[in-house]
């Protein structure tokens, strides 16, 4: 049975602060099927752009924007969260980190490429 994601609505938090609850509700909104082109294979728009490199990638995103602390920001890298850093209260709290080549045109699905695989 496939996963169904859909965003929290309100004014309860789930996470610590707006300021990771609304990145957390944005990337949940994007798998909504309402919105999603193929929500079960995280897949958002146009075919190919993802919301998370794979499920265990979307739920560790997910947990972290939900334990993130205010002088911390998440990195995402090609659809998979690979480090939390204490920065200060003024920055990003997710900074989303993707390869020139992938926004380029020279590859449609980064999946193929090796990045996707570390």
């Known amino acids: 049975m496939p996963r169904v994601i859909r965003a929290a609505r309100g004014n309860q938090l789930s996470a610590k602060s707006w300021l990771t609850e609304a990145p957390m509700r944005m990337l949940m909104n994007n798998l909504d099927p309402e919105v ?57 709290r997710v900074l989303i980190a993707t390869p020139t080549w992938c926004r380029t045109g020279r590859t449609g699905n980064i999946s193929a490429n090796s990045i996707a695989r570390a």
């Open 36 to 92: 999603a082109e193929k929500p079960s294979e995280l897949v958002v728009y146009g075919g190919i752009g993802r919301a998370a490199r794979d499920w265990e990638s979307f739920d560790r995103i997910v947990a972290t924007l939900q334990r993130l602390e205010g002088d911390e920001t998440l990195l995402v890298q090609s659809g998979k969260p690979v480090g939390v850093f204490r920065t200060h209260a003024d920055a990003p």
